[in-house]
Every structure is written in structure tokens, then in C-alpha cells.
């Protein structure tokens, strides 16, 4: 008797599932990171309390092949999609996520159907034949909580000074009263209210933009920077920003940023970065990346290099990331049909 051997491709399905498991794990991991740097200082702590291995093995066997390395450098990236979700589901950090998830005795039952979908797609078993629409409906659902997520991290929620108020916000305080000798030839925009003019002999051509939002959580107001975020937005106005200078300029400071985003589509950079650095250090740092911009504009210099966005960590995010669009371009959070 004659036997041949059939070639079987990838189920449908399984191409499909994977997918919507490399979206949904990605947008958790991106989450997790913003919210915990956002809310303190000692941010791994709630890591290492459901990580005994950490930062985990894996990072450093990955690192070892340094001839296929990936811009993949930071612990977080190596965790399990249980650990992860462990990190979210913790009574004492679930405050930080509730407002992008169901409610957790929901999002707590379900996770276990998507434990049991990722898993079978990650070794390889047949999904079940209804594993496409039970992931898709998890992730549907999840849709509003993580747009609101999106416009917390993009948007300027700070309530503006009335007339004849002082300034209500320390950070900006401080950036008023060194600006003449911290930050030459820069023009300044803060909470699109406050402004900060280049000095003399800058006044009338700065040499670069600038402008300051705080970002809060949805529950929040002006009144709290407990987990807020300042978000810095720096253009050119002559000359085009050479990314590449400016990341090795300011990389004394990169641990202490949530992220740095490059972005042809926004001008000129984003920087994020903890409040709960306290005002001090924080307007420390808003003048150290300023200058680190205005010094690293180089003309004719118009797109980022190719290979730059490969040597450095994924807390630079680039052209075609979702957060280096504009808000009011962004696509859908998870683009749920196959392509």
C-alpha cells in the first residue's frame, strides 16, 4: 500500500487568533508600563512581587545571540502573558486599570478563556471552533477602556489659571522663574495657557517650539498630579530635529521618561514624564531635553535613518506606532479583521 504524505498549512483560525493574541498582549504590556511608571517611583516593585525570576532568564539567554538581537531591552517584554495579567488583577494594583477593563470579577472569569485560546495557539493545538469570536468579543469589550487609555496618555486635561490668578501648578513655576538662563531660544506654550517667550536676542525668530500638557487619569482633576503624566512636545521651527543626536544627547535621562516618540507626523518629538519625580525634577528635566532638541537640529535632515529605530529600547516609539499619530488620526485600538 501507498502512503503519501499530505502537507497540512496553519488552520484559519490559528492565524487569525494569533493575531488578535499578539495585539491584545502588546497593548497589555504597553499598560501596564505606563501605569505603573506613572504611579510611583519604586514602579517594579508590583512586578517582583509575581516574578520570582526577575528580571527574568530569558532576556539575558535572548541577549546573548547578539547577532539577531531585537530592540526588545527591557524586563517587562520578557514576562508571561500569566504574569502579566497577575501584575493587573493584584487587589493593590487593580486601581490603576480599573478604569480600562471590566469590572474584575468579569475580566478576572474571562481571562481564563483567553489563558486557555492564547495558550492553544502558542503550543500549536487546534483552536475550538467558536475561539475567533469569543477573543474578538474579550477584545471588542475591551475597545472603550483602552481609547479612554489612549486619551489619557494624549491628552491636556489641566485646568487653565483664571485671570489674575498665579500659576496652579509648581512645575511650570519653576520653569518661569529659570527660563531666562535655562532655556535660550526656545518658545514655550504650557497647559495652552502660559507662555514662556524666547529670550533676547531669540524673541522675535525662537530657534525652537515647546509646549507642556499634564495628563491625568480619567477619574482625576487639575487638583491631583497622583499618577499624572507631563507630556512634552518639542518642534522645530527652521531646521529639521536629527533624532539620532538627540537620543544619544539626552540619554543620561531615558530611565527617568516613560516614553520618547519620533514622529515625522508630529514635527518633532514627544517625552513623557512621571510626575512623581516631584516638581523639581521634573523641571530640571524639561529643561534638559529642551536643550537636548534645540542642540540637535540639523538641516536637510528629513527623515529618521533606517536602522536607527533598531538600536535603541522600546521606550522609544516610532513612525508607525499608534501613539506617534495624532490623536484625531489614530486608528482603531485593536484592528480586529484579518488581513
Not at 525652537?208 to 487639575?222: G, T, V, W, Y
Not at 518639542?234 to 544627547?249: H, N, P, T
Not at 523639581?280 to 528629513?302: I, W
Request: aromatic share 12%.
Amino acid at each position: 500500500m501507498n502512503y503519501e504524505w499530505s502537507y497540512e498549512p496553519v488552520p484559519e483560525d490559528s492565524s487569525q487568533l494569533f493575531r488578535l493574541c499578539w495585539q491584545m498582549e502588546s497593548w497589555l504590556r504597553f499598560v501596564v508600563y505606563v501605569e505603573l511608571r506613572a504611579a510611583r517611583p519604586d514602579w517594579q516593585e508590583p512586578i517582583r512581587k509575581h516574578v520570582n525570576d526577575w528580571p527574568p532568564r530569558s532576556l539575558a539567554n535572548d541577549k546573548k545571540l547578539h547577532h539577531m538581537a531585537t530592540a526588545h531591552q527591557a524586563a517587562l517584554s520578557y514576562l508571561t502573558f500569566g504574569q502579566l495579567w497577575l501584575i493587573i488583577e493584584d487587589v493593590e494594583n487593580w486601581p490603576l486599570f480599573e478604569p480600562y477593563f471590566p469590572p474584575r470579577q468579569i475580566s478576572v472569569a474571562r481571562i481564563l478563556e483567553v489563558k486557555a485560546i492564547r495558550n492553544r495557539v502558542a503550543h500549536f493545538r487546534e483552536p475550538n471552533p467558536r475561539d475567533v469570536q469569543r477573543l474578538r468579543l474579550f477584545l471588542e469589550d475591551l475597545e472603550p477602556g483602552f481609547r479612554r487609555f489612549s486619551d489619557r496618555y494624549s491628552q491636556n486635561r489641566f485646568r487653565p489659571r483664571e485671570k489674575g490668578q498665579s500659576s496652579c501648578n509648581p512645575v511650570f513655576d519653576l520653569l518661569r522663574r529659570d527660563w531666562g538662563f535655562m532655556a535660550d531660544g526656545i518658545e514655550f506654550l504650557a497647559f495652552e495657557s502660559e507662555w514662556l517667550y524666547a529670550p533676547e536676542p531669540h524673541k522675535q525668530r525662537p530657534q525652537m517650539n515647546a509646549r507642556l500638557s499634564l495628563l491625568l487619569r480619567p477619574e482625576q482633576d487639575s487638583g491631583t498630579e497622583n499618577g499624572a503624566i507631563y507630556m512634552l512636545h518639542v518642534s522645530q521651527v527652521i531646521e529639521q530635529i536629527d533624532a539620532g543626536y538627540f537620543l544619544e544627547a539626552s540619554r543620561s535621562v531615558h530611565e527617568e521618561l516613560i516614553h520618547i516618540v519620533v514622529s515625522n507626523s508630529l514635527d518633532g518629538l514627544l517625552l513623557t514624564i512621571p510626575a512623581v519625580h516631584g516638581p523639581e525634577r521634573v523641571a530640571e528635566l524639561v529643561f534638559s531635553l529642551l536643550n537636548s532638541a534645540r542642540d540637535s537640529q540639523l538641516e536637510n535632515t528629513k527623515v529618521v535613518p533606517r536602522g536607527l529605530r533598531f538600536e535603541w529600547p522600546e521606550y522609544v516609539l516610532w513612525l508607525n506606532h499608534f501613539f506617534a499619530f495624532p490623536p484625531e488620526d489614530r486608528p482603531e485600538v485593536f484592528q480586529l479583521d484579518s488581513q
